[in-house]
């Protein structure tokens, strides 16, 4: 038995980040949670694996979207909204 399970998210684990996507009328939005910048996905991306545009960082959606305003969050986070 190897495996350890500190139950941490500290971004520098191997494989994908799940990140909780925001639902909007037709994409759905989701926040680095390596830099922080905020992108818009079609909604189809829910479940798949991307890339942050701007660390590279690779995410995985969730496929199931959180019903809640992302632009509040973003601006706190320093994103131009
Ligand atoms: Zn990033």
């Known amino acids: ?3 350890t399970s500190p139950g941490h ?3 520098t684990e191997p494989g994908p ?4 996507a925001h639902r ?3 994409t759905v939005h989701f926040g680095c949670p390596l830099c ?3 992108s818009a996905a079609p ?4 479940g798949q694996e991307l890339d942050c545009p701007r660390c ?8 199931f979207t959180i019903d809640a305003d992302w632009r509040p969050i ?6 131009p909204v």
């Open 1 to 3: 038995m190897t495996w």
């Open 9 to 11: 998210e500290c971004g």
């Open 17 to 20: 980040q799940l990140t909780a």
């Open 24 to 26: 909007s009328p037709r």
């Open 36 to 38: 922080r910048l905020w």
């Open 43 to 46: 909604g189809s991306a829910l």
């Open 56 to 63: 590279g960082l690779r995410l995985k959606l969730n496929p």
């Open 74 to 79: 973003a601006r706190a986070w320093g994103n």
